[in-house]
């Protein structure tokens, strides 16, 4: 497609595998989609997820970052209330310095965990969400040439590493509105408020020295194989993780169950057909045209592309079937 695409790795720990072999898919599908001309790829911070072993998103994005040669590398993103703005920037502006004009810096103010965990993570119980844009700009002045803070962040001190703004709700648009920063919304699992939250977003962005006008990229769940029938069978692996993680037990990422949808009840089906809600399944020209119907529905000016498949042959496969330039 002749479109911006760009890739979102959970680092999916699949049934029967570790997080030792997440690392080696992840590589390996960094340097595929890098030769299929993928503009990003993003690493998401995530804790105490049995199928998701990207929790220290800097370093893994440092593996990732040193095993190709091009492509965009970012947190996609970091939950900034888990961290200090100083400690932030110190790791961005090191990954910056290793690898120059490469690293992105998306911040979201979910905690990325269940409540024990945040309160693990955070040690401090009086953590305040509210206080997210105040951070947000607390460490983009650390980033920035000249801070107004007499403690300086070494490295990240000068770092050109752009910023965006995470969310599923209507409150990062605003902020990233009034920021000026680009937008990501995580319509791969929170459709709810998208265009809402774009909407509002366009309608109040307010230049910056970073970004001159709106920019938004949607999240984009994408299962595609050689058949419509062959991608309904593997779109039961990310069916059935959603589904365990909303019931509570959250797993690995269980391998495809042909059959699974038919086994669910109303409820379990009307879960996954709203959260799943922007999604394409199926053979490359199915795909291709449930994308293009997405990006004219919303305007998006890049989608990022979220594949959530067991096997990795089939996962680099279906990148491959969505980038390639068939009809």
């Known amino acids: 497609m002749q479109f911006p695409l760009s890739v979102l790795d959970l680092a999916p720990?699949?049934?029967?595998?570790?997080?030792?072999?997440?690392?080696?898919?992840?590589?390996?599908?960094?340097?595929?989609?890098?030769?299929?001309?993928?503009?990003?790829?993003?690493?998401?911070?995530?804790?105490?997820?049995?199928g998701i072993a990207s929790a220290a998103t800097s370093v893994l994005m440092a593996h990732v970052a040193g095993g190709t040669e091009r492509i965009r590398v970012g947190a996609g993103g970091i939950m900034l209330p888990n961290h200090s703005p100083l400690v932030i920037a110190e790791q961005f502006g090191t990954l910056e310095a290793l690898f120059?004009?490469?690293?992105?810096?998306?911040?979201?103010?979910?905690?990325?965990?269940?409540?024990?965990?945040?309160?693990?993570?955070?040690?401090?119980?009086?953590?305040?969400?509210?206080?997210?844009?105040?951070?947000?700009?607390?460490?983009?002045?650390?980033?920035?040439?000249?801070?107004?803070?007499?403690?300086?962040?070494?490295?990240?001190?000068g770092a050109k590493v752009p910023v965006w703004i995470l969310g599923s709700s209507l409150f990062g648009a605003q902020l990233a509105a009034m920021l000026g920063l680009p937008y990501a919304f995580a319509s791969h699992f929170a459709p709810q408020q998208m265009m809402q939250a774009v909407e509002l977003y366009r309608a109040t962005f307010r230049p910056s020295a970073q970004l001159d006008r709106p920019y938004v990229m949607l999240g984009f769940n994408v299962i595609a194989a050689d058949s419509d029938e062959q991608a309904q069978v593997l779109a039961t692996s990310q069916q059935q993780a959603f589904v365990n993680l909303r019931s509570g037990r959250p797993t690995r990422l269980p391998?495809?169950?042909?059959?699974?949808?038919?086994?669910?009840?109303?409820?379990?089906?009307?879960?996954?057909?709203?959260?799943?809600?922007?999604?394409?399944?199926?053979?490359?020209?199915?795909?291709?045209?449930q994308v293009r119907e997405f990006?004219?529905?919303?305007?998006?000016?890049?989608?990022?592309?979220?594949?959530?498949i067991h096997d990795h042959a089939a996962r680099l496969r279906s990148y491959e079937l969505l980038a390639g330039d068939e009809p």
């Open 100 to 157: 120059p004009g490469r690293i992105d810096l998306g911040l979201g103010r979910a905690p990325g965990s269940d409540p024990a965990t945040a309160r693990a993570l955070r040690r401090n119980l009086d953590t305040d969400p509210d206080q997210f844009p105040q951070d947000v700009v607390e460490l983009m002045d650390f980033l920035s040439d000249a801070p107004r803070q007499r403690v300086r962040a070494v490295p990240g001190q």
């Open 255 to 289: 391998p495809p169950r042909p059959g699974y949808l038919d086994s669910l009840g109303p409820a379990e089906r009307g879960l996954l057909e709203n959260i799943l809600s922007c999604s394409a399944i199926g053979s490359p020209h199915t795909v291709r045209r």
């Open 13 to 50: 720990i699949v049934e029967g595998g570790d997080a030792a072999q997440s690392f080696r898919h992840s590589l390996s599908l960094a340097q595929h989609v890098e030769r299929l001309g993928y503009r990003r790829f993003w690493l998401a911070e995530h804790h105490g997820m049995p």
């Open 295 to 308: 990006i004219e529905r919303t305007g998006a000016d890049e989608l990022m592309v979220a594949s959530q």
